[in-house]
């Protein structure tokens, strides 16, 4: 397993308990310059390629976990050579800015896993801790989200794919967005204001990314205003969405809130009656 920073800086200490955790059962291994800070970035672009290239061609690598989120992600990894995860699979652990890592990982036909990054597992929640290591350790287990607000009703079925709505629209609007025929969106945001969520998805939806999708499945919407209209981020989410006429639930525990339930992407997906199920019969 390897520890890498492809995005922004991070709290040392958080990481480094993380990856402590994650050795108590695997060999991890990570590369001192990953502390490295420039800016808002984890040192310069050519370390943060560099060391996502050579953890996806390492042979002996069976999972990548990303330090942090934050912000990077988009300057390099259009131009990172990520073909060898095609011959030797690995598993992507990440959420927020890897949303960008997500997307690629799709394009190549390849599943990743929407969850803590490592600094996030520093934080000492033992239930996440183990759920990540149940994804790991058993990634097609059956699970289901279950309780879940039914925003436009029906039943719809798909590969899941997404993650954070801002890296997803900036993917837009970079040309490097990729949709499956299909797919249950899943999404999630933090500390952008109604309009802004609202601005994103209709560009979404005008440009025709959201054509195709079967269902959207809603995670957490952490710190998002109302704003100075005095509309709230759900309301303003599940307006927007309405327009697609597709199977709607909203409540999964996954995003930059308190639970961020990891989540397979690429997994077959179905959404129906309040609830998220994946490999599900």
């Given at each position: 397993?390897?520890?890498?920073?492809?995005?922004?800086?991070?709290?040392?200490?958080?990481?480094?308990?993380?990856?402590?955790?994650?050795?108590q059962r695997y060999r991890v291994r990570f590369d001192w310059s990953m502390f490295q800070r420039t800016g808002?970035?984890?040192?310069?672009?050519?370390?943060?390629?560099?060391?996502?290239?050579?953890?996806?061609?390492?042979?002996?690598?069976?999972?990548?976990?990303?330090?942090?989120?934050?912000?990077?992600?988009?300057?390099?990894?259009?131009?990172?050579?990520?073909?060898?995860?095609?011959?030797?699979?690995?598993?992507?652990?990440?959420?927020?800015?890897?949303?960008?890592?997500?997307?690629?990982?799709?394009?190549?036909?390849?599943?990743?896993?929407?969850?803590?990054?490592?600094?996030?597992?520093?934080?000492?929640?033992?239930?996440?801790?183990?759920?990540?290591?149940?994804?790991?350790?058993?990634?097609?287990?059956?699970?289901?989200?279950?309780?879940?607000?039914?925003?436009?009703?029906?039943?719809?079925?798909?590969?899941?794919?997404?993650?954070?709505?801002?890296?997803?629209?900036?993917?837009?609007?970079?040309?490097?967005?990729?949709?499956?025929?299909?797919?249950?969106?899943?999404?999630?945001?933090?500390?952008?204001?109604?309009?802004?969520?609202?601005?994103?998805?209709?560009?979404?939806?005008?440009?025709?990314?959201?054509?195709?999708?079967?269902?959207?499945?809603?995670?957490?919407?952490?710190?998002?205003?109302?704003?100075?209209?005095?509309?709230?981020?759900?309301?303003?989410?599940?307006?927007?969405?309405?327009?697609?006429?597709?199977?709607?639930?909203?409540?999964?525990?996954?995003?930059?809130?308190?639970?961020?339930?990891?989540?397979?992407?690429?997994?077959?997906?179905?959404?129906?009656?309040?609830?998220?199920?994946?490999?599900?019969?």
């Amino acid at each position: 397993m390897r520890v890498i920073a492809p995005s922004g800086p991070f709290d040392r200490t958080l990481c480094l308990v993380g990856a402590g955790f994650l050795g108590q059962r695997y060999r991890v291994r990570f590369d001192w310059s990953m502390f490295q800070r420039t800016g808002f970035l984890a040192g310069s672009d050519g370390r943060r390629r560099g060391e996502l290239e050579a953890a996806a061609s390492a042979p002996e690598v069976r999972a990548l976990v990303a330090a942090r989120g934050g912000y990077g992600l988009t300057r390099i990894v259009h131009a990172a050579e990520l073909r060898p995860l095609v011959d030797q699979p690995k598993w992507v652990v990440g959420f927020s800015d890897v949303t960008a890592l997500h997307v690629e990982c799709a394009r190549l036909g390849l599943a990743s896993i929407h969850a803590h990054n490592c600094a996030g597992l520093g934080r000492g929640d033992a239930h996440a801790r183990a759920a990540l290591i149940d994804v790991l350790e058993h990634p097609t287990r059956p699970r289901r989200f279950t309780g879940l607000e039914t925003w436009h009703p029906g039943s719809a079925s798909g590969p899941l794919f997404g993650g954070n709505l801002t890296v997803l629209f900036t993917l837009a609007a970079a040309g490097r967005l990729f949709i499956p025929d299909g797919a249950v969106l899943f999404i999630e945001d933090v500390t952008e204001s109604a309009y802004r969520l609202d601005r994103m998805l209709s560009a979404l939806w005008v440009g025709g990314a959201l054509d195709r999708v079967a269902a959207v499945a809603v995670g957490e919407l952490t710190d998002c205003p109302a704003g100075p209209h005095g509309v709230p981020a759900e309301v303003a989410v599940r307006t927007r969405l309405a327009d697609l006429g597709v199977p709607v639930v909203a409540g999964v525990p996954a995003g930059h809130g308190r639970h961020n339930v990891p989540l397979v992407l690429g997994a077959p997906a179905r959404v129906a009656d309040g609830a998220l199920a994946l490999f599900a019969d």
